[in-house]
């Protein structure tokens, strides 16, 4: 396992680059992006949108875009933004799970949203289903959210295509954020090879074809095709790249700021140090775990990451941190995931420990043990 030389990225991450130097492509970009104005990258923006509206009229109807939101703090900044910067008028759209996974504080967030003068559609796989697929792809694939990912980033579109909205704005863009190269686009703007995000692709869509009783419903985890994106002239923009100050802390700060509601405090629960991230759901802190056993990072060293890309932090104070929360996940998130799949909790460690790189991890009945150091190339 090879370190990048500047973050705690490491090479296991999937789709991950790295240059010459042992650079990740994440850190090479925001090394280029710091000699651009913010303002350089606001322009090509709405230069964008301009030449989008004179090949295809955006505004057709009430709605001339569409932000997907979760009830999380990049949505909630995302869509203010749109709306207020832009002086555009976006429909969001909400792909959610009521009543087994959706949190309170979730709910809440989406209603500041619609409080705020938004309107919002929600897109709501049947609840049965989706806790089938993410017994079969937890199982199969080591990740419980698989199929409500897949939903999630399908929903948007569908219900663009719906609408005849032909413009969708994206907040992160996955290859700069995190590194995932096969997300990039011809330049740092152009989302729409986000259909190739590794967890939408990877293990493709068969596997779920069992758990449906009818075919139709499979659609709601189907991204449509790049010929449909064609026909009807959908783009998606990424949004992080034009701010200057698109970071995790401050779309958090200025979400709570309108409203948002944070998870202070439960950072020894659910291993997020930013108390921000995955606020509308529980079981993703449980993907981060596993992320954790089988690449050697988790959440905390991608918010180091960011950290370390914005000078905010040193690599070296970033590995104290990464050591104490990178693959925490309490008991009790565990436990409510056995009882919502119905499985016991000596099964749920024996499938995950069935994904635990052992390469880089010593395995036990539980909790496997890391054999690595972090930020310290490993070789076993
Ligand atoms: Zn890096």
Known sequence: MKYCKSCLTTNLRPNSSFNKKNICIACEYSSQIFSFSSSTHLARLKEKIRELNKRARLKLNNYDCIVGVSGGKDS????????????????????????????????????????????????????????????????????????????????????????????IFWGENPALQVGDSETGGSDPLDGNNLRNLNTLVDGGDEWMDEVFQSPYKKKHYQYPSVNEFKKRNINIIYLGPAWDDWSNDMNSTFASLHGLTLRPNEEKITGDISNASMIDEEFTNINMMIKYFKYGFGRATDLVNEAIRNKEISRQDAIGIVEKYDGVCDDSIIKSYCNYINIAESEFWKYTNYWVNESIFRKTNKRPVPKFKVGVNFYD
Do not use: H
């Open 76 to 167: 909630t900044r995302q869509a203010l933004w749109v709306r207020d910067r832009l002086k555009m008028n976006p429909l969001l759209v909400c792909c959610a799970y009521p009543p087994y996974q959706m949190s309170d504080i979730g709910a809440n967030n989406i209603e500041n949203l619609i409080n705020a003068g938004f309107d919002v559609i929600f897109d709501t796989p049947s609840p049965q289903t989706s806790r089938d697929l993410s017994k079969r792809s937890f199982i199969k694939f080591g990740n419980v959210c698989k199929a409500s990912e897949m939903a999630l980033f399908a929903s948007v579109p569908r219900i663009a295509i719906d609408f005849d909205v032909k413009l």
